[in-house]
C-alpha cells in the first residue's frame, strides 16, 4: 500500500510547533511591557569662543534701537533726563549750531541722538571693565541658540578666551590682525598729550569699535523712510509734491503746530545733512548695492563692491541647505561649504572697510533715527492716521504705510523692510569683524549658523516678501540681481493691477 505523500509534512504558515506551557494557579501572570521609545537628537559641536562676540554684537545693536533711543530722547525731551557733562564729550563743541532763530528743540534733539549713539554704540573689549558687553543677556535664549545650557558666567569666560591684547590693550582677533600690519604706527593714547602723539592709530578703534552697517541705513530707506519726512516737510513749506494731484495738498497741517520749531529746524538744516547722492554712493562703495528713483542720478562709482550681492545670497542659500540638514538627527551637517562662503562674504566687506571707520555710517544713522522719532511723535500720528489696530513693534512705521499708501507707493510693508535692516547689520557685522580669515574649523561655521538662524531665516523670509525672490530655493540658481530692480519691477506690477 502506497504511503500517503501528505503524511509527516508540517504546515509552511506554522514551521514552529506550539509548545504547552502550564500557568500555576499561585503564580500571576506577568502583566504586559510598556512600549519603549526611541529618539535623536541633533548632533552638538565643540564650544566655539566667538559665540561670546555674536552675543555682544546683538547686545550693541539692540541698545541702539529705535526703541532705546526713543525712551532716551522722550525723557531728554520733558526734561526727565540731563545729557551727560559736556567735560565728558572730549571737548566738542555741542552749543548752538544752526544759525537760526527759534530752532532749540531742533538742535537739542540732533544734539541727543548724537550723545545717544556715543553712549551706547561701543563695545568695552576689556573683559576686566566694567560694564562689559555681556551685563544683560538671558542665558537660556543664548542656550537655544547655542544648542546646549547655559550658565550665569559661561559668555564671559568665553569672552577672556576670544579676546587678545595688543599694546597692553584688549581687542579682537580681526583688529590684532589689523594692527599687525600697522605695526610701525604708534598707538595715540587719550592720556597721553604730546607732540609724538599727533600722529597714529586711536586707541579707541581697538579698545572700543562701535558695530554700525550702514545695510541698516539702505534698507529704511528702500522702505521709504526718508521719502515719508521729505514729503511731510515739502507741506510743511506749502509745497506741492512732484505729481500734480499732490495727496497731501488736502491735509491741514494745523495738528503740526507743537512740532512747528522742530519741523522748521529740520528743513533749514538740510545743507548740513546727507544727500541722497552722497549715501547711494556709499551703498555701492559698501555693498554694491544701488537705488533707483528720480532724484537718483547714474552712478560713475570708483570703487564698487559687485561681487558682494551674489556672495552674500549664496551664503543664506547655503545657509537653508544647512538647516535642512541639521534638523535631520540622522545627519551630521558638513559646515565647511558654509566656512569658505564666509570666508568670501568677509573678504569683501573688508575690502570697503576703510570707508566704515569714518562718519558717513555714524551720520546716516544719527539723521534716520531723529526721522523715525518725528514720525513717532502724537502729532504726526493726528496728521497722518492710521491703522492703531495693527501691532507695529515701532510706532513711526504707522505714518510711513499711512505715506505709502497716500502716494501710492510699494504696498509692502515697512515692517519687512525694517526687519531687513535689523538683521542684514546684525549678520554683516558678526562677518566683517570676525577673523574668518584665518578660520579651518568647520565647526565654528557651524556654530555660527545656528547662532544666527533666526535672524538668517527672518532676512529670508523679508527679502521674499519686498522682493518675490526666494533664496532658499535649491531648484533654481541663486538670484543676485539689484534689489532696487526687484522693487521696481514689483511696483509697476503693482500699477498695472
Not at 546727507?274 to 547714474?298: F, M, N, Q, T, W
Request: hydrophobic share 40%; glycine share 4%; aromatic share 10%.
Amino acid at each position: 500500500m502506497a504511503e500517503n505523500p501528505e503524511k509527516g509534512r508540517r504546515d509552511p504558515k506554522n514551521l514552529v510547533e506550539p509548545k504547552h506551557v502550564e500557568v500555576r494557579a499561585t503564580e500571576a501572570i506577568p502583566e504586559e511591557s510598556p512600549d519603549i521609545q526611541v529618539s535623536l537628537k541633533r548632533s552638538a559641536t565643540p564650544i566655539t569662543y566667538d559665540l561670546a562676540f555674536w552675543v555682544a554684537i546683538r547686545n550693541s545693536t539692540n541698545q541702539i534701537g529705535f526703541n532705546p533711543y526713543m525712551e532716551w530722547m522722550d525723557d531728554v525731551m520733558c526734561c526727565i533726563q540731563d545729557l551727560p557733562d559736556k567735560k565728558l564729550l572730549k571737548g566738542r563743541d555741542f552749543e548752538s549750531r544752526l544759525p537760526f532763530p527759534g530752532v532749540d528743540a531742533y538742535n537739542l534733539l540732533k544734539v541727543a541722538t548724537e550723545i545717544f549713539l556715543m553712549t551706547n554704540c561701543g563695545v568695552e573689549i576689556d573683559p576686566t571693565k566694567v560694564p562689559m558687553p555681556f551685563v544683560t543677556y538671558d542665558p537660556v535664549e543664548e542656550g537655544r541658540r547655542f544648542n546646549r545650557k547655559v550658565v550665569a558666567g559661561d559668555v564671559e569666560a568665553w569672552w577672556k578666551e576670544y579676546v587678545v591684547a595688543v599694546n597692553g590693550a584688549h581687542t579682537l582677533p580681526y583688529l590684532e590682525l589689523i594692527r599687525a600690519k600697522l605695526k610701525d604706527i604708534p598707538i595715540k593714547s587719550e592720556e597721553a598729550a604730546s607732540v609724538a602723539n599727533c600722529y597714529g592709530v586711536l586707541q579707541e578703534k581697538l579698545s572700543k569699535p562701535c558695530f554700525l552697517e550702514l545695510i541698516w541705513s539702505y534698507w529704511h530707506e528702500e522702505g521709504m523712510l526718508v521719502q515719508t519726512l521729505n514729503a511731510i516737510s515739502l507741506r510743511f513749506q506749502n509745497k506741492r509734491g512732484p505729481v500734480d494731484r499732490d495727496p497731501l495738498a488736502h491735509l491741514e497741517i494745523d495738528p503740526l503746530r507743537p512740532l512747528n520749531n522742530l519741523l522748521w529746524g529740520y528743513i533749514q538744516d538740510e545743507q548740513h545733512r546727507l544727500s541722497i547722492v552722497r549715501r547711494v554712493y556709499e551703498y555701492d562703495h559698501h555693498y554694491g548695492l544701488r537705488l533707483h528713483g528720480k532724484a537718483v542720478p547714474e552712478l560713475r562709482s570708483a570703487d564698487s563692491r559687485s561681487k558682494f550681492l551674489e556672495a552674500f545670497h549664496n551664503l543664506l542659500h547655503l545657509c537653508s541647505i544647512f538647516f535642512k540638514e541639521d534638523d535631520d538627527t540622522t545627519v551630521i551637517a558638513d559646515g565647511f561649504p558654509v566656512l569658505n562662503v564666509l570666508k568670501e562674504v568677509h573678504l569683501l566687506l573688508t575690502q570697503g572697510q576703510h570707508n566704515q571707520y569714518g562718519d558717513l555710517p555714524w551720520t546716516a544713522r544719527q539723521e534716520m533715527l531723529m526721522q523715525q522719532w518725528l514720525l513717532a511723535r502724537p502729532e504726526m500720528r493726528e496728521f497722518l492716521t492710521s491703522r492703531v489696530m495693527v501691532a507695529y513693534p515701532e510706532p513711526w512705521m504707522e505714518r510711513v504705510e499711512t505715506m505709502k499708501k497716500l502716494q501710492g507707493w510699494t504696498d509692502d510693508s515697512i515692517l519687512h523692510f525694517r526687519n531687513l535692516g535689523v538683521f542684514g547689520e546684525q549678520l554683516l557685522l558678526s562677518i566683517r569683524f570676525g577673523n574668518w580669515s584665518e578660520v579651518i574649523d568647520r565647526d565654528q561655521a557651524a556654530n555660527w549658523a545656528r547662532y544666527w538662524r533666526p535672524e538668517i531665516q527672518g532676512y529670508t523670509h523679508a527679502y521674499r516678501a519686498v522682493t518675490g525672490v526666494d533664496l532658499t530655493l535649491t531648484s533654481e540658481p541663486v538670484d543676485f540681481a539689484m534689489p532696487s530692480v526687484h522693487l521696481r519691477n514689483r511696483l509697476a506690477g503693482q500699477v498695472r493691477r
